[in-house]
Nanobody, 123 residues
Framework: QVQLVESGGGLVQAGDSLRLSCAAS????????VGWFRQAPGKEREFVATIAWGRSTSYAESVKGRFTISRDNVKSTVYLQMNSLKPEDTAVYYCAVAKGPLGVSMLSAYDYWGQGTQVTVSS
């Protein structure tokens, strides 16, 4: 069973960068895809990025070119590098482990979720 802990969130100004981390409890992490999702106040949780076991990646149109997802299987950690942050990126960011090794954008494909980390971008 997998437990996830997100970290790295904070308050920054528009144009700044942040790197989020998602640490998993076990080595089983290496055989599953991992995704990042976010939820802003009054909005539904939305897909941000995913990385497959084979390290192929996929991004939401709103973050493409600005965010980069990566993974370190030895450390059982997934990262989300966020550059050129905008106020509309403000949300609670969650990482999640998928049921299988292929990265997908649907929330239903993910079984385990972290508690989330707050990212606030001011203008």
């Amino acid at each position: 069973q997998v437990q996830l802990v997100e970290s790295g969130g904070g308050l920054v100004q528009a144009g700044d960068s942040l790197r989020l981390s998602c640490a998993a409890s076990g080595r089983t992490f290496t055989s599953h895809a991992v995704g990042w999702f976010r939820q802003a106040p009054g909005k539904e949780r939305e897909f941000v990025a995913t990385i497959a076991w084979g390290r192929s990646t996929s991004y939401a149109e709103s973050v493409k070119g600005r965010f980069t997802i990566s993974r370190d299987n030895v450390k059982s950690t997934v990262y989300l590098q966020m550059n050129s942050l905008k106020p509309e990126d403000t949300a609670v960011y969650y990482c999640a482990v998928a049921k299988g090794p292929l990265g997908v954008s649907m929330l239903s494909a993910y079984d385990y979720w972290g508690q989330g980390t707050q990212v606030t971008v001011s203008s």
